[in-house]
T-cell receptor
Framework: DAKTTQPPSMDCAEGRAANLPCNHS???????VYWYRQIHSQGPQYIIH???NNETNEMASLIITEDRKSSTLILPHATLRDTAVYYCIVWSDYKLSFGAGTTVTVRA | DTEVTQTPKHLVMGMTNKKSLKCEQH?????MYWYKQKAKKPPELMFVYSYEKLSINESVPSRFSPECPNSSLLNLHLHALQPEDSALYLC?????????????FGQGTRLTVV
């Protein structure tokens, strides 16, 4: 399974963009990068996924480097409700396997 | 309806009890998953079902017994659990295990083994 590395925690100011990095240097050519978040005591929530190209939806943008060894999730205007653990996952062998994630705290 | 419903929300059971966790989805998904999450840890994959057949068992002890009676339902039967099995048990579903789409998670069952 391709492993991911994320910083354990980060703070963000409300209303500012939050940029969450993820390294996945062992990713294979056909493996997708997924981002999920988990707000305290709730089930994980899907945010976005991508293969090679940058992706954007109503929640976030995903920027994947050309060599696909790393990616960045961008929350364009963080709110207090975005405080959560964010997981970067490489979907591999039919499994969605979670790493340790980044605890993001949005401060007023 | 993009909801995965898990019941019960909370469960307390003794080590000699037999109980079951239930998960239901009506999105027509043919892949369903069980995860276990300990406090302050990421979810750990336990089982993957594809078209009602068990596809992946992540070396889970036999005291956890999954069952997929039809395409909408996934059960997890519990027997002779240990206190260390106390955790949040999450169910998820996705279109198919071979199709790259989002997985939807339920809110989990918080299990306490006493």
């Amino acid at each position: 399974d391709a492993k991911t590395t994320q910083p354990p925690s980060m703070d963000c100011a409300e209303g500012r963009a939050a940029n969450l990095p993820c390294n996945h240097s062992t990713i294979s050519g056909n493996e997708y990068v997924y981002w999920y978040r988990q707000i305290h005591s709730q089930g994980p929530q899907y945010i976005i996924h991508g293969l090679k190209n940058n992706e954007t939806n109503e929640m976030a943008s995903l920027i994947i480097t050309e060599d696909r060894k790393s990616s960045t999730l961008i929350l364009p205007h963080a709110t207090l409700r975005d405080t959560a653990v964010y997981y970067c996952i490489v979907w591999s062998d039919y499994k969605l396997s979670f790493g340790a994630g980044t605890t993001v705290t949005v401060r007023a | 309806d993009t909801e995965v419903t898990q019941t019960p929300k909370h469960l307390v059971m003794g080590m000699t009890n037999k109980k079951s966790l239930k998960c239901e989805q009506h999105m027509g998904h043919r892949a369903m998953y069980w995860y276990k999450q300990k406090a302050k840890k990421p979810p750990e994959l336990m089982f993957v079902y594809s078209y009602e057949k068990l596809s992946i068992n992540e070396s889970v002890p036999s005291r956890f017994s999954p069952e997929c009676p039809n395409s909408s339902l996934l059960n997890l039967h519990l027997h002779a659990l240990q206190p260390e099995d106390s955790a949040l048990y999450l169910c998820a579903s996705s279109q198919e295990i071979s199709v790259v789409t989002e997985a939807f998670f339920g809110q989990g069952t918080r299990l306490t083994v006493v």
